[in-house]
């Protein structure tokens, strides 16, 4: 038995570093099933960056509206939301697309 593992020593050794670099390719830190966990979550954040990007160009637009030259028709849009104020002989309709049926 000893004679037969000196005789065949390097293919032993070359045996075991295949199976290992096989493993280390498939699942290792740097492998193929680790490589395709990340580019999802690449793919989750480039859209929650985007999502963000349209947030923050919204805001600074409704900023540069309350800041730079007054606009009073933003301004009445804004009372109107938060305080449900209307103007005498208006209704106002609250409508809440929270709730759906099925």
Not at 25 to 44: A, P
Not at 57 to 63: A, I, Q, T, V, W
Request: hydrophobic share 40%; proline share 0%.
């Amino acid at each position: 038995m000893l004679d037969k593992i000196k005789k065949n020593y390097y293919l032993l050794i070359i045996t075991f570093l295949f199976i290992y670099f096989f493993f280390n390719l498939l699942d290792g830190n740097r492998g193929l099933i680790s490589n395709f966990e990340k580019q999802e979550i690449y793919k989750e954040l480039k859209s929650k960056e985007t999502d963000l990007k349209l947030k923050i160009s919204d805001l600074e637009h409704k900023n540069s509206l309350l800041t730079d030259n007054l606009d009073l028709d933003f301004i009445e849009i804004l009372i109107r939301e938060k305080f449900l104020f209307g103007k005498t002989g208006e209704t106002t309709y609250i409508i809440d697309n929270d709730n759906k049926q099925n």
